[in-house]
């Protein structure tokens, strides 16, 4: 079988995670959930390293663990992807711990001791609803994305094919004196604004070429550290940020399989991002790091930064960070959708870290060895 075949073949096998700082309880849960990939965690924050190298569906956690436990894993793990399944397992009946799971976005709760037929039934009920869930909020969105889509492509359009027919109206009328510095100084602006006008249609056409291709791997031996270069010495955000310094910090790394095209195209748009929303000075620092078979490239900026209320909605669909509130960001807010759905589909992770003020950190942990691949 083809190792992508192989690889979303296991995909399509839900991968559930348990909790629990009592080995035992971790083995009866992984006993009772046959036909699913169980993986364990004997803490909070083993946990979190585990879902940070991404392919997880749902998570089973107890609430009474060291170092960090269930209630604040929930909340950890709902910041980083809200629609992560998290079913909260309990000997405890406290009506406190039951309300801070609530407010955390538990998904669901079992008692302890654990019934395996209970327990079952909830990991397939809780998976069943959040694909109704998203099955729902896709019928309903269609509509709005797509009005949404054409009202952000004519805004875009309509600043740059203004400037360009006002100023060529004027150069009809005589108003410009060719021998003015003015005409040069305009002449330049419209310049740019063809330029930017070109690669608005081109971004149109690279999005319509990944809507058509769908989930398609097309893998090749990829040198990571190669391609991490590249992307920085051809990046437009960083050439218009001179005076950003670019810290490379690269391990080296040994080829291994990716789909070129779109790890380049997720890798670049985090590092054009950290650029792009950098001040006019300070640093933009990348860091490859492997550790038990996980490479892990970390970009991290000393810009704006984002509110945190803002952090779960930068995946969507059109939507754009605007910290100066002036609605003229570039692009069409789909680079950081596509980029995640792009890592994810080679079983990697992508998390966002950033404080306003302080700047972003973002880190992308891709697998050398696809799940799946002999």
């Known amino acids: 079988m083809d190792v992508v075949m192989k690889f979303q073949a296991e995909r399509s096998v839900k991968t559930i995670l348990v909790v629990d700082d009592e080995g035992v309880i971790r083995e009866l849960c992984a006993r009772a959930l046959k036909g699913y990939s169980v993986l364990q965690a004997a803490d909070g924050e083993e946990a979190l390293r585990l879902f940070e190298k991404g392919g997880i569906d749902v998570i089973l956690t107890d609430v009474m663990m060291p170092k960090l436990n269930g209630i604040d894993l929930l909340r950890r793990l709902k910041e980083i992807e809200p629609t992560i399944v998290v079913i909260v397992m309990t000997g405890y009946a406290e009506k406190e711990i039951i309300l801070n799971a609530l407010k955390a976005d538990a998904d669901d709760f079992i008692t302890k001791p654990l019934n395996i037929l209970q327990l079952k039934t909830a990991v397939d009920k809780a998976l069943d609803k959040k694909a109704l869930k998203e099955e729902i909020a896709n019928l309903k ?57 070109e690669s608005l249609v081109a971004e149109l056409l690279v999005f319509s070429r990944f809507i058509t291709a769908g989930g398609v791997l097309h893998l090749e031996q990829c040198n990571f550290c190669e391609l991490i270069r590249s992307i920085v010495s051809t990046s437009r955000e960083s050439a218009a940020k001179p005076d950003v310094d670019e810290v490379l910090d690269l391990d080296p790394v040994p080829p291994f399989p990716l789909d070129r095209e779109k790890i380049a195209f997720a890798v670049g748009q985090v590092i054009d991002n950290a650029f792009k929303f950098s001040n006019s000075t300070g640093s933009v620092t990348i860091t490859l790091r492997e550790e038990d078979g996980v490479c892990r490239l970390i ?3 000393c810009g704006v930064g984002i509110p945190r209320e803002e952090l779960p909605k930068i995946f969507e669909k059109f939507y754009q960070v605007d910290p100066q509130g002036t609605g003229q960001i570039r692009g069409f807010g789909l680079g950081l959708f596509y980029a995640r759905e792009f890592i994810k589909l080679h079983g990697g992770a992508i998390i966002v870290e950033s404080e306003p003020g302080k700047g972003t950190r973002v880190t992308i942990s891709l697998p050398r060895t696809l799940p799946g691949a002999s």
Request: net charge negative; proline share 5%.
């Open 299 to 301: 970009v991290e900026d």
């Open 141 to 197: 969105s269609m509509d709005r994305l797509k009005n949404n889509f054409l009202s952000l492509v004519s805004h875009k359009f309509r600043t740059p094919l203004t400037a360009i027919s006002l100023f060529l109206q004027n150069l009809a009328g005589g108003v410009y004196d060719p021998e003015d510095p003015e005409f040069s100084r305009n002449l330049k602006l419209i310049c740019g604004q063809s330029h930017y006008l």
